[in-house]
């Protein structure tokens, strides 16, 4: 798969940070003594600066998942996955094919807080998208899950909710059409 300018800058910062959390925990030691919270806070608080929003980095790599199996999907798709930012409202993927199809997809990175269910802020977050999908004209719509679990979840308790929406697992491949 090509990257565009903005994909390989995103996938550049990310390994940056990552070797530097990697030389961070190299020099430096979990502190050993629970009492001394001032050593836990410096530690944790180091790293959250490394590593600043890195659920941001996750959703990148995610949406770079979802663009590889659009493109497997749809031969000559083309669009930059990082022309939107993270977290910024609207479609996570909103393109037109080669053929004139919109293909419209909201991307989920979340583990089900519940064995068997999503915790009650997932489950409003997982039902404004089920909105989005459903409220929005295209030919195609996916739903793309990272987690397994997440995958379950959706096919056992909010399958219907999800008419004309393809729903896929990242992590294994599995799919299934609502």
Avoid at 6 to 34: C, H, N, Q, V, W
Avoid at 63 to 89: H, I, V, W
């Amino acid at each position: 798969m090509n990257f565009t300018p903005a994909e390989e800058k995103a996938l550049s910062d990310i390994a940056k940070k990552i070797a530097e959390l990697r030389m961070f925990l190299g020099k430096y030691e979990l502190p050993a003594d629970t009492s001394r919270l001032e050593g836990w806070y410096h530690f944790l608080n180091v790293t959250r600066s490394i590593l600043g929003n890195f659920n941001n980095d996750v959703s990148t790599i995610a949406t770079l998942l979802a663009k590889r199996y659009l493109m497997n999907r749809f031969p000559g798709l083309e669009f930059d996955a990082c022309a939107k930012r993270q977290g910024a409202s609207g479609l996570d993927v909103n393109v037109v094919s080669e053929n004139g199809q919109r293909i419209i997809a909201e991307i989920k990175t979340v583990d089900p807080y519940n064995p068997t269910d999503f915790g009650a802020a997932q489950r409003d977050a997982f039902l404004k998208d089920f909105a989005k999908l459903a409220n929005t004209v295209a030919d195609h719509k996916y739903l793309f899950l990272t987690e397994p679990r997440a995958f379950e979840v959706i096919q056992n308790k909010y399958l219907q909710r999800l008419a004309s929406v393809t729903v896929v697992c990242l992590a294994d491949g599995k799919e299934l059409a609502a």
